[in-house]
Protein backbone atom coordinates (compact mmCIF):
# COMPACT_ATOMS: atom_id res chain seq x y z
CA UNK A 1 0.00 0.00 0.00
CA UNK A 2 2.65 2.20 0.56
CA UNK A 3 4.12 1.58 -2.54
CA UNK A 4 1.08 2.37 -4.25
CA UNK A 5 0.64 5.67 -2.70
CA UNK A 6 4.43 6.36 -3.56
CA UNK A 7 3.69 5.76 -7.41
CA UNK A 8 0.80 7.74 -7.30
CA UNK A 9 2.69 10.50 -5.69
CA UNK A 10 5.06 10.12 -8.11
CA UNK A 11 2.52 10.70 -11.10
CA UNK A 12 1.25 13.38 -9.87
CA UNK A 13 4.57 14.97 -9.77
CA UNK A 14 5.06 14.51 -13.44
CA UNK A 15 2.00 15.86 -14.70
CA UNK A 16 2.44 18.94 -12.45
CA UNK A 17 6.14 19.17 -13.58
CA UNK A 18 5.13 18.83 -16.96
CA UNK A 19 2.38 21.39 -17.05
CA UNK A 20 4.73 24.18 -16.05
CA UNK A 21 7.09 24.33 -18.48
CA UNK A 22 8.09 27.57 -20.32
CA UNK A 23 11.47 28.34 -22.09
CA UNK A 24 13.96 30.38 -19.92
CA UNK A 25 15.70 32.86 -21.29
CA UNK A 26 19.09 34.05 -19.64
CA UNK A 27 17.82 38.13 -20.02
CA UNK A 28 15.78 37.67 -17.21
CA UNK A 29 18.56 38.69 -14.67
CA UNK A 30 18.95 34.95 -13.30
CA UNK A 31 22.39 34.23 -13.63
CA UNK A 32 22.48 31.13 -11.36
CA UNK A 33 20.65 28.80 -10.13
CA UNK A 34 21.03 26.01 -7.57
CA UNK A 35 18.84 24.01 -5.86
CA UNK A 36 20.24 22.52 -2.63
CA UNK A 37 18.25 19.15 -1.26
CA UNK A 38 18.00 18.31 2.58
CA UNK A 39 16.05 17.26 5.38
CA UNK A 40 14.43 19.68 5.85
CA UNK A 41 12.83 19.97 3.14
CA UNK A 42 9.06 18.02 2.95
CA UNK A 43 7.11 17.06 -0.08
CA UNK A 44 4.92 20.53 -0.32
CA UNK A 45 8.38 22.46 -0.68
CA UNK A 46 9.97 19.72 -3.04
CA UNK A 47 6.63 20.51 -5.54
CA UNK A 48 7.29 23.83 -4.86
CA UNK A 49 11.30 23.89 -5.94
CA UNK A 50 9.76 21.85 -9.04
CA UNK A 51 7.42 24.53 -10.04
CA UNK A 52 10.29 27.27 -9.34
CA UNK A 53 12.29 25.69 -11.53
CA UNK A 54 10.00 24.40 -14.63
CA UNK A 55 8.83 28.50 -14.55
CA UNK A 56 12.50 28.89 -15.55
CA UNK A 57 12.43 26.27 -18.24
CA UNK A 58 14.44 23.34 -16.13
CA UNK A 59 12.52 20.12 -16.19
CA UNK A 60 12.95 18.73 -12.46
CA UNK A 61 11.94 14.67 -11.86
CA UNK A 62 11.82 13.04 -9.08
CA UNK A 63 12.77 9.75 -9.28
CA UNK A 64 12.96 8.05 -5.88
CA UNK A 65 12.34 10.21 -2.79
CA UNK A 66 12.11 8.53 1.21
CA UNK A 67 10.90 10.39 4.33
CA UNK A 68 10.97 9.92 8.11
CA UNK A 69 8.14 9.51 9.92
CA UNK A 70 7.64 13.41 10.68
CA UNK A 71 7.47 13.96 7.11
CA UNK A 72 10.98 15.21 6.16
CA UNK A 73 13.03 14.41 3.21
CA UNK A 74 16.16 11.25 3.87
CA UNK A 75 16.65 10.70 0.40
CA UNK A 76 16.51 11.35 -3.51
CA UNK A 77 17.30 10.68 -6.87
CA UNK A 78 16.29 13.24 -9.12
CA UNK A 79 17.39 13.99 -13.32
CA UNK A 80 17.02 17.42 -14.23
CA UNK A 81 16.87 18.77 -17.88
CA UNK A 82 18.11 22.15 -18.21
CA UNK A 83 17.11 22.25 -21.97
CA UNK A 84 19.64 23.72 -23.37
CA UNK A 85 22.28 21.14 -23.95
CA UNK A 86 22.87 20.79 -19.89
CA UNK A 87 21.50 17.90 -17.83
CA UNK A 88 22.00 15.11 -15.81
CA UNK A 89 20.86 12.80 -12.41
CA UNK A 90 22.17 12.51 -9.03
CA UNK A 91 21.40 10.61 -5.46
CA UNK A 92 22.05 10.48 -2.40
CA UNK A 93 20.41 7.53 0.05
CA UNK A 94 21.13 9.82 3.59
CA UNK A 95 20.48 13.61 3.73
CA UNK A 96 20.97 15.48 7.11
CA UNK A 97 19.78 19.17 7.60
CA UNK A 98 23.21 20.52 6.45
CA UNK A 99 23.54 18.72 3.46
CA UNK A 100 24.51 20.68 0.21
CA UNK A 101 22.98 17.79 -2.65
CA UNK A 102 21.43 18.82 -5.59
CA UNK A 103 22.17 21.30 -8.65
CA UNK A 104 23.41 24.13 -10.32
CA UNK A 105 22.91 25.48 -13.66
CA UNK A 106 24.77 28.77 -13.82
CA UNK A 107 23.80 31.32 -17.25
CA UNK A 108 27.01 33.79 -16.75
CA UNK A 109 28.82 33.93 -19.78
CA UNK A 110 32.09 33.74 -18.42
CA UNK A 111 31.09 30.55 -16.08
CA UNK A 112 33.86 27.93 -15.04
CA UNK A 113 31.14 25.41 -14.44
CA UNK A 114 27.93 26.10 -16.30
CA UNK A 115 26.05 23.07 -14.61
CA UNK A 116 26.69 20.36 -11.76
CA UNK A 117 24.79 17.67 -10.11
CA UNK A 118 25.75 15.99 -6.91
CA UNK A 119 27.47 17.27 -3.97
CA UNK A 120 27.66 21.32 -3.85
Known amino acids: ?3 L ?5 IGLLAIVSSSFNSPYSSKSGKKRIEVVFNST ?12 TAAKGIDLKYNKLEFDEGGNLTA ?6 CKDGFYGSA ?5 SKTSRFGFYRDYSKNAVSPFGTGGL
Open 41 to 52: LNMQSLIKIQRE
Open 91 to 95: GRSFL
Open 5 to 9: RFAIL
Open 76 to 81: INFSVD
Open 1 to 3: MKH
